[in-house]
């Protein structure tokens, strides 16, 4: 009997152990830093720790986007995005819990896939509400009719922003004329009608069909401890089921293209817009990677063959193009800006005579060379970022596998100049192309575009190159980053630094570097040329041109960047350890010995008038515009005066190179401020010996002063701009106020204008209009409080983008909103959640290392420590309603007291509308 019974407690031991080896993770691959595990519902788990980055990114990808919508349902995988963040029953408010927890969240649909990701300050307690949110909304997801009744408007209000953009609507047509049969050539946002008319049943079954383990990949990156998190997610997500039904996914063949097809699109705009698609294979196909590579030598800036032929011979002022990585065969899209007094038709010759002379002029080993270390580059830099990383690595996910991210990248190095101009020959011919009308020929040239062969193959074995480490476990506390400040001023000049050593995972370095010089007078009449000055500076120097210092920038990995306006300029460098200081001296010649050619000079003109043409009938445009002018305080030729769109015209026109000479001359220099800051796996010694030594001799006469705008009261107003056959409307308003950082009232503030129209559609503004009343896609407001402790000038503003026949619903919702603000103020529970997403915000914040550079730059600027901003966060923890409520009655005015514009189609409405009437 003992021994049955000891038998049976062993086998039941065995069993238990079997079921508990069962339930744990499998971990089946791991590329650079980037492992893969499955769990036995079929859920893959990607995790990839970064010490250094202080924040998490929790990213889930459902292979499930606009490809798999069936006949009247276009737009559902982008609608049920939406109703996703509609709550669920353990998580009944979900926007309010995404702000509640300072993160920086969103949910993307494209055409293979759908995800939704959220950053947050690294700790436990966040990581376990994340994964508990995702895991509850991949099966537990409302999905209710009262939620699509109220979103499908502010759906509908997406898409008719996306129709104000004449640019947006013929790149969907030329894509949609392109695509025969296949989903890639229908819009992801959808069809008005599928949109408003979608039963609710068919959007549960589409969810219940697709969000589930076996469909979803779950990536964490950042910093996390990775047994820990392994645990966490085997929690929340292995007890999850999937449906009973299997699923497959049938792909629709495109037929290859018998000929080449044109589109014309008529609306209103100025700028004239020529474009040119060509079908090409899925991302995973051994051909995607040489095309990128011809894609990126006719549009590269400036050795671009399209952009040395286009802009460079102003005949358009500028192009983009861009490809997808798709699971199936896609397509390469290029666009052409061109201004109104420029010929349309000569820039369509110009186009597409490159495209059809290729086969005839081959690529070279030069273009080759340039394009793989441009290329490189880009990879590179995004592969240093782990948060960004996270949501990138859904693209590659929805083309068949994560992995495919790197093969793409070894096979854009590896490519040769016969592959190159293989695939060049074989898919960029005429009956491959979509921009014109039907063409009969008797000898048709077609192409079957191949699908990809043994993936599963492909990626089983990869095992990538050697990752870039996880960095250091950097404490963003104030306390931490003060004590790791190192500051001073550099001997011989006056330059202030502040340094942060610390080790960043890739070894990745940001370094900014501003000086101050003139005064208000010294500035007076300068127009449009501080600008053009610093946008001037990478255009070539003495001993560079543009494309040299664009190739040794790709060699470095690294990238500078400058602005500059009313005597200041700054200069932003992005680098890694190993190239810092040869970066550091590219960027030197660039600031001491810049060239101002007449033909870079004329580009940049160019695109600027281009791009004042694309915004001269755009609602939101127009409407910061005339804001400006209502509320100008200064004549005209003051630095800070607000200019029309002629002034402004005539403004570019009239900058010439010696103008550019002349203000670099004065203004370029160090005179007496000028802050320099760098964060990363730097040698302090090294930069400041290097500044030092580099700009001993950079001096400028001119002492600066800052300009000084005080505070002034706005002029109340609530004007209406018509602009025709624009499906989208835009109201802005703005209530200047005076208080600075300094006053008592701006921890309450910032509270203040948290919830009233900041958070994750959660806000007071953004509740009413979106959440209640479904008129607008965006909506929200905030408050602005200016550093200066003597100007004073702050301001508060709303806004909202919504379709124009719902005017009359926005503005009587700002104005109840605003008043009921006034009235009753905040709740306790507002209070709390503002706060602590308020504070868990600045942590984020302060974890990035271009966002600390900004706030360190500013704190040497004002004489100030970040015992400053410690200071602020204890106010906002110490703050009572009374606090926060007493500074609203004191800031915030009635809606009839602030500056607001309306820009839409009013005129087509108010018509609509009595014609409407007359029919009755």
């Known amino acids: 009997m003992k021994t049955n019974i000891r038998a049976a407690i062993l086998v039941l031991m065995a069993l238990c152990l079997s079921v508990t080896l069962q339930a744990q993770p499998k971990q089946t691959a791991s590329v650079e830093g980037i492992t893969e595990y499955m769990l036995d519902n079929g859920l893959k788990v990607l995790l990839f720790p970064d010490n250094s980055s202080q924040t998490i990114t929790v990213n889930i990808t459902y292979r499930v986007g606009s490809r798999h919508e069936g006949y009247g349902e276009k737009g559902m995988a982008h609608l049920l995005e939406h109703l996703v963040f ?142 820990k998190t392994l ?86 002022s500028s192009l983009w193009s861009f490809s997808p990585f798709t699971k199936e065969p896609g397509f390469m899209y290029f666009n052409v800006d061109v201004p109104s007094d420029k010929s349309l038709a000569e820039a369509e010759e110009t186009l597409l005579s490159i495209f059809d002379g290729l086969r005839d002029n081959p690529i070279t080993e030069e273009e080759l060379k340039r394009a793989k270390a441009n290329l490189a580059k880009q990879i590179d830099q995004m592969s240093r ?93 104030y306390e931490n980053i003060q004590n ?43 127009g449009s040329v501080a600008g053009y000055t610093a946008r001037m500076l990478n255009k070539g120097t003495k001993s560079k041109s543009r494309q040299d210092i664009e190739d040794r920038l790709s060699e470095l990995k690294s990238s500078v960047s400058f602005s500059g306006s009313n005597g200041r300029t700054f200069a932003y460098v992005t680098s890694t350890k190993e190239h810092l200081m040869e970066t550091l001296k590219l960027m030197a010649e660039m600031l001491k010995t810049p060239a101002f050619d007449a033909a870079e000079l004329e580009k940049l003109k160019t695109q600027d008038i281009a791009n004042i043409e694309r915004n001269k009938t755009e609602p939101q445009f127009l409407v910061q515009k005339r804001l400006g002018e209502i509320n100008q305080k200064y004549k005209k030729g003051h630095p800070l005066y607000n200019m029309s769109l002629e002034e402004q015209v005539a403004s570019i026109n009239n900058v010439t190179t010696a103008d550019l000479q002349a203000y670099y001359d004065d203004f370029y220099g160090i005179s007496n401020n000028a802050t320099l800051i760098a964060i990363g796996n730097i040698d302090e010694q090294e930069l400041k010996s290097f500044f030092e030594k580099e700009f001993a001799d950079f001096k400028s006469d001119l002492p600066y002063s800052e300009i000084k705008d005080p505070y002034a009261v706005n002029n109340p107003t609530n004007e209406k701009i018509k602009t025709p056959d624009k499906k989208n409307a835009f109201t802005l308003g703005f209530l200047n106020f005076e208080c600075s950082q300094y006053d008592d009232d701006y921890a309450a503030l910032q509270v203040a204008g948290s919830v009233f129209g900041g958070g994750f559609l959660n806000s007071r503004i953004a509740t009413r209009l979106r959440q209640q009343d479904g008129v607008s896609y965006g909506a929200g407001g905030g408050v602005n409080v200016d550093s200066d402790k003597v100007d004073k000038n702050s301001a508060m503003y709303i806004y909202a983008i919504y379709a124009p026949e719902n005017e009359a619903k926005v503005q009587k919702g700002f104005k109840e909103e605003i008043d009921r603000f006034i009235k009753d103020g905040i709740t306790q529970q507002e209070l709390d959640d503002a706060v602590k997403g308020w504070v868990q915000a600045q942590s984020v914040s302060r974890a990035k290392d271009n966002e600390l550079a900004s706030t360190l730059n500013n704190n040497l600027y004002y004489d100030r420590d970040m015992m400053f901003q410690k200071g602020i966060e204890e106010k906002v923890k110490n703050l009572t309603v009374e606090d926060v409520n007493k500074a609203i009655k004191t800031y915030f005015k009635n809606f009839e007291e602030w500056s607001v514009v309306n820009a839409g189609d009013y005129e087509n409405f108010e018509i609509k509308n009595k014609d409407e009437k007359v029919d009755d």
């Not at 697709?210 to 779950?218: E, F, G, H, S, T």
């Not at 995973?284 to 671009?304: K, R």
């Not at 970022?385 to 070894?410: K, P, Q, Y």
């Not at 293989?422 to 960029?428: E, I, M, P, Q």
């Open 385 to 477: 970022n782990s948060s960004f990383l996270g949501t990138f690595t859904s693209e590659f996910i929805g083309a068949g596998d994560w992995r495919l991210m790197f093969i793409h990248r070894d096979r854009v190095e590896a490519a040769t100049l016969e592959q190159v101009n293989d695939v060049l020959s074989r898919y960029f011919i005429k009956t491959n192309r979509t921009v014109g009308n039907f063409l009969p020929t008797k000898q048709p040239m077609r192409i079957e575009i191949p699908h990809t062969e043994g993936l599963e193959e492909l990626v089983t074995n990869y095992k990538g190159k050697e990752g870039f480490g996880a960095g250091e476990a950097f404490d963003v506390s």
């Open 484 to 526: 790791r400040f190192d500051s001073g001023m550099l001997g011989g000049t006056n330059i202030e630094y502040g340094f942060i050593k610390k080790d960043n995972r890739g070894e990745t370095v940001n370094v900014n570097f501003a000086f101050r010089n003139g005064t208000v007078d010294d500035l007076m009449n300068k």
């Open 231 to 316: 645990a966490l997610i085997q929690k929340k997500f292995g007890g999850l089921k999937n449906p009973d039904t299997p699923l497959i996914d049938v792909p629709t063949i495109e037929p290859p293209q018998d000929g080449e097809k044109r589109v014309e699109l008529s609306r209103v705009g100025d700028l004239q817009l020529v474009s040119a698609l060509y079908h090409t294979p899925a991302g995973s196909h051994v051909d995607y990677a040489p095309l990128a590579i011809v894609e990126n030598i006719l549009t590269d800036q400036p050795s671009g063959r399209l952009y040395k032929a286009l802009v460079e011979s102003k005949k358009a």
């Open 86 to 227: 509609k709550g669920t029953p353990n998580h009944p408010d979900i926007p309010k819990e995404l702000t509640a927890h300072g993160a920086r969240p969103n949910g993307t649909t494209w055409y293979d896939r759908t995800n939704y990701f959220e950053t947050f300050n690294a700790t436990d307690e966040n990581l376990d509400w994340a994964l508990d949110l995702e895991a509850d909304r991949m099966v537990n997801s409302y999905i209710a009719k009262k939620d699509l009744e109220s979103e499908f408007s502010v759906v509908r209000n997406e898409f008719e922003s996306g129709e104000n953009s004449p640019t947006g609507v013929l790149m969907q047509k030329v894509i949609s004329s392109a695509f025969l049969w296949h989903n890639y050539g229908q819009s992801t946002i959808g069809n008005k009608s599928d949109i408003e008319r979608v039963p609710i049943e068919n959007l549960k079954a589409f969810y219940k069909k697709y969000y589930r383990p076996d469909n979803a990949v779950l990536m964490v990156t950042g910093k996390f401890n990775t047994e």
